[in-house]
């Protein structure tokens, strides 16, 4: 067997391919994580992370270096490889820039990314009172000024959240009609949430923190300036299924590759987790999910268990 010949690949080191390889390395696989960046995923951009249990309160880049250290264990972890295809199946063949490494199970853990709306101030101000998940960041708002940009059921149902946890929240759409759930438009609504339709961000205003949003009226063209003390962007997400894709896995209406209760994609010997699969983006679902998908890997490759108990 040659040095690039492994039991299982994962791609995608973030929550989910951590937990996976941690849960496979334990099994006795001889795994490798691919990761086409620095190692941690979007837990790296948070700043300050309340809700990962045993963890009062740990910044994104220091529980994601825990998760680095803890993965690095049990499994070879390479940074900065990024996959170009993957091709065959037991071994999978997967390409990268250093060369060709070999896998008899893969998992996908490559996430989404949250979809941005390009205007000026965005890049310079995340982290700094633009957030992408209400969910991860709304409580250090509380009592705030705060605004949610989107409209559909992402959005809607981050405006309730922020409201219900003492937030002040303006609701910020650029049509006259929201495509969320009708039942979440009547919740926001009975809430009295303040919406600002028909009007679209124009741009990000401040310097180390985010202080204001302009907006403009895509009715008359009216330009305008907001004070707020966090805008949360909930315009969508894209996921990172290109790999999904070219092997000809079974993806959902929204790109999210589809997963039975194993994380077993449609292709054998190929699993998925973590914000890949759709679903509630958070760190300890996308770790229960790789967890899940590094224990279907090993008992995939200890056939005579696989074909028993299946």
Not at 31 to 48: N, R
Not at 99 to 120: D, M, N, Q, Y
Not at 286 to 295: N, P, R, W
Request: with cysteine.
């Amino acid at each position: 067997m040659s040095d690039d010949m492994f039991d299982l690949a994962i791609i995608g080191a973030g929550p989910a391919g951590f937990a996976a390889g941690i849960y496979a390395g334990r099994s006795g696989l001889r795994t490798v994580i691919l990761e086409k960046q620095m190692a941690g995923g979007q837990v790296v951009i948070s700043p300050l992370i309340e809700n990962w249990p045993g963890e009062k309160e740990i910044s994104g880049p220091d529980l994601s270096m825990k998760f680095r250290e803890h993965a690095r264990r049990y499994v070879e972890i390479r940074e900065f490889s990024e996959v170009v295809s993957v091709t065959g199946k037991k071994p999978f063949i997967i390409t990268t820039p250093e060369g060709e490494v070999k896998a008899k199970a893969l998992i996908i853990a490559t996430g989404a990314e949250h979809r941005k709306l390009g205007v000026p101030g965005e890049e310079a101000l995340g982290g700094r009172g633009i957030s992408y998940c209400a969910t991860c960041d709304g409580f250090f708002f509380k009592g705030k000024d705060v605004m949610v940009i989107g409209g559909g059921s992402t959005a809607l149902l981050y405006a309730i959240y922020l409201h219900n946890i003492d937030c002040n929240v303006k609701l910020v759409h650029r049509r006259d009609e929201f495509r969320g759930e009708k039942a979440l438009q009547d919740q926001v609504r009975s809430l009295k949430i303040e919406l600002v339709l028909n009007t679209k961000v124009e741009e990000f205003i401040g310097d180390e923190q985010l202080e204001g949003v302009r907006l403009r009226n895509v009715k008359n063209g009216e330009v305008s300036e907001m004070k707020v003390n966090g805008a949360f962007v909930a315009v969508g997400e894209i996921p990172m299924n290109e790999i999904a894709r070219s092997l000809g896995i079974k993806l959902d209406s929204e790109g999210y590759i589809k997963v039975d209760r194993r994380m077993s994609t449609s292709v054998p010997g190929v699993f998925a987790a973590g914000d890949i699969t759709g679903g509630l983006k958070q760190i300890i679902v996308a770790a229960g999910e790789g967890a899940i998908a590094g224990t279907s890997a090993f008992e995939y490759l200890m056939e005579p268990y696989w074909t028993e108990n299946h």
